[in-house]
């Protein structure tokens, strides 16, 4: 019965879809990882570092506090990327060493922008970091979700080897 339910939604969603192919929501993921060579501890201070941006993600020109809490649950950001382009962040969940997780309130094409950006040390003094996100667009084509999809690829990749660059020195 579950199985017939999930098929039946399913095909009313792919029938939807056919309806409206020009413009419409989609979702996604964009999952990057990156090993850096130093101590879980460097690592951390340098991504819980919220406001720290500009001196490792690409085209970040500044990054305020809007919140007068720095760290943790309920700190918020507000980010100038260098086009002029703002976008407002909210840490909902913190897991001191090990990950936050935030949500972009305002600034995307997007009616949801979940991220984790997580750390586990790895042998031989080696942390992997990852950048993970769940998006949701306004309406585009699907076209344009995908091109969007690897731009944030692609911009959290050039991101991370600035990061393990920074690290590593």
């Known amino acids: ?11 009313i969603i792919v029938k939807d879809m056919r309806k409206n192919t020009r413009k419409s929501f989609h979702t996604g993921t964009v999952k990057k990882t990156i090993r850096i060579k130093a101590s879980k501890d460097k690592v951390w201070r340098k991504i819980s570092n919220i406001a720290g941006l ?21 700190a918020v ?22 990950s936050f997780t935030y949500i972009a309130t305002e600034g995307l ?12 040390a790895r042998p031989k003094n080696v942390v992997e970091l990852t950048w993970k996100s769940y998006l949701n667009s306004k309406k585009m084509s699907e076209k344009e979700f995908i091109d969007f999809l690897a731009f944030m690829g692609s911009f959290y990749e050039a991101s991370l080897e600035n990061l393990k660059i920074i690290l590593e020195e």
């Open 109 to 120: 094409p997007l009616r949801a922008y979940v991220a984790t950006i997580s750390i586990k």
């Open 54 to 74: 500009p001196t490792w993600v690409v085209d970040v020109k500044k990054t305020v506090y809007l919140s007068k809490k720095k760290k943790d649950v309920g």
């Open 77 to 98: 950001r507000l980010i100038t990327f260098e086009d002029g382009n703002e976008i407002e962040e909210h840490v909902v969940l913190w897991e001191a060493g090990k």
């Open 1 to 11: 019965m579950v199985v017939q339910l999930k098929f039946k939604i399913h095909q």
